[in-house]
């Protein structure tokens, strides 16, 4: 079996992944080294998570309230989309579903129904995580709940270079060594192929069975030494460029993300405990870079704290994430842009199947062929969620009309058709973004079915109206009885010491 293991970087994927390794198999005797230098930055925007990363804190033995104090992290209900379909336009994608069940079709067929008759509230007003989004209030999820209504999960956004830290701390605990320095040269096998070694600027020379390429978008191992090629997806993902710079918080620090669309692409707004990270997202087709860093800086709600940070980018991923002996996890392995905050995801789900398919020092085929297939799937999957945003649009200014009138992928395509025609939402056994995504995104951005499953036709028009009132009552009612934001940080013992007051 793989008796060492050579991380190339630190950052939030190389840290993760030595937390994860440590906490599984350094009990095994397997030895873990990650090589990082303090003189190479990582790109250290990537702030906001979906609700896996509490799953994978969890699998560690992690202490949630610790972590978040550790790390300055505030709630996460869902990502509040503005502007998108047309000026004006508001929804939020939460981490939970619409409504409750009330007959034999899914709720949203009964709501569309009603609201072709002009007799519902609008579709977020069904949600509990949505209608406690917007009035900042918060408590945990039931353990059982007896209701839909109250199923539904959260996230965090935080400080990544703080979360990197805490892992940091938490793996070498644990057995993991950090050497510090720069990788000058790698040592590959002539016959397999397989990399043998790295040598540092120092001269040290670092063996492993099995290296783990950690080294953000320029892809030391897996790229530059392995020339494992690169599947281009800017056709579908255009945006190429971003700036980023923090804030004071002067609004509501509320707990969810915001995407606001710009004409050139869309900005976000992060709100953590002790600053606000914003960003704009932008392809330079549409937008010069001085038009979207002076939009970005003018329209931040307090004072900047640091200059803004430029990031260039190309949508895709490596034709492999997992190469001979080299496996390609965070921005090494592709990069699908951070509007519904699927980085960190993806580095869960590449550590994920590794473990599961941990190998042998041969690393068999068959490893590497299912690990390849989980990883395009995921990607792909992924890929097509984030160009819905972008194709269910009204905006009339040239990108947002460029990628309505574009040559769709035809799972996309297919997807969308599906809806509109009967209100079907793709389904899949495994994958990030399941139909209730798909859903608020379909209705938050005016795409309604043409037909309904006839099922919802037995109840009639009187007793679906009936069933919408009570399900909207119980959800006002019961975000009415939870407690504030604010409050849950300072309960939950998740206030972080290097901030002063969440703003009200």
């Known amino acids: 079996m793989v008796r060492s293991v050579v991380i190339i970087g630190g950052g939030t994927a190389g840290w993760m992944t030595a937390a994860a390794l440590a906490h599984r198999l350094a009990a095994t005797g397997v030895s873990i080294t990650l090589i990082e230098s303090a003189e190479i930055g990582t790109v250290g925007v990537g702030e906001a998570t979906l609700p896996h990363i509490r799953y994978f804190n969890q699998a560690l033995g992690i202490d949630e309230a610790e972590m978040m104090a550790r790390t300055a992290?505030?709630?996460?209900l869902g990502i509040e989309f503005r502007d998108w379909s047309r000026p004006g336009d508001r929804y939020i994608h939460p981490f939970g579903a619409h409504g409750d069940d009330i007959g034999a079709a899914d709720f949203h067929h009964y709501w569309v129904k009603q609201q072709k008759a002009g007799q519902v509230e609008p579709f977020g007003s069904y949600c509990y995580p949505i209608v406690a989004a917007w009035n900042d209030r918060f408590a945990l999820p039931e353990e059982n709940p007896d209701s839909a209504l109250a199923a539904f999960s959260y996230a965090f956004q935080f400080d990544a270079s703080l979360y990197g830290?805490?892992?940091?701390?938490?793996?070498q605990k644990r057995g993991a060594q950090r050497v510090e320095g720069k990788v000058v040269s790698v040592r590959s096998n002539g016959e397999s192929g397989f990399i043998e070694a790295v040598t540092l600027e120092s001269g040290v020379k670092i063996a492993g069975d099995l290296f783990?390429?950690?080294?953000?978008f320029r892809g030391l191992l897996i790229e530059q030494e392995m020339a494992t090629g690169y599947e281009d997806w800017s056709d579908y993902l255009p945006c190429n460029r971003a700036y980023a710079v923090p804030c004071k918080t002067e609004d509501t620090v509320g707990p969810y993300t915001r995407a606001t669309a710009r004409d050139g692409g869309w900005q976000w707004r992060i709100p953590l405990q002790h600053r606000v990270g914003n960003g704009h997202v932008y392809c330079d087709r549409y937008i010069s870079d001085q038009e979207a860093v002076d939009q970005l800086m003018t329209t931040l709600e307090g004072e900047p704290l640091a200059d803004p940070k430029q990031l260039f980018f190309k949508t895709g991923k490596r034709r492999k994430l997992w190469n001979r002996n080299c496996v390609a996890i965070g921005l090494s392995g592709g990069f699908l842009e951070p509007l519904e905050s699927t980085s960190i995801d993806l580095i869960q789900s590449g550590i994920t199947n590794l473990i599961e398919l941990w190998p042998e020092r041969d690393c068999a085929q068959s490893d590497v062929a299912e690990y390849n297939r989980l990883m395009d799937l995921e990607f792909a999957r992924i890929r097509d969620f984030l160009m819905l945003h972008y194709v269910a649009t009204e905006r009339?200014?040239?990108?947002?009309?460029?990628m309505r009138e574009m040559d769709w992928p035809d799972s996309l395509a297919e997807k969308i058709e599906a809806f509109r025609r009967r209100g079907i939402v793709p389904e899949y056994e495994s994958g990030l973004f399941q139909p209730p995504s798909w859903l608020s995104v379909f209705i938050g951005q005016n795409i309604l079915p043409e037909t309904c499953d006839p099922r919802a036709d037995i109840m009639d028009d009187g007793a679906r109206s009936a069933a919408l009132e009570r399900i909207h009552a119980d959800i006002a009612d019961r975000v009415q009885r939870t407690s504030g934001h604010s409050d849950f940080l300072d309960g939950y013992g998740a206030r972080y010491e290097g901030a002063g007051p969440v703003s009200a």
């Not at 783990?212 to 953000?216: E, I, L, P």
Request: proline residues 4%; negative net charge; contains cysteine.
């Open 212 to 216: 783990v390429d950690c080294s953000g």
């Open 73 to 76: 992290a505030t709630i996460k």
């Open 165 to 171: 830290a805490f892992l940091a701390d938490y793996a």
């Open 396 to 402: 009339d200014t040239p990108l947002w009309r460029d």
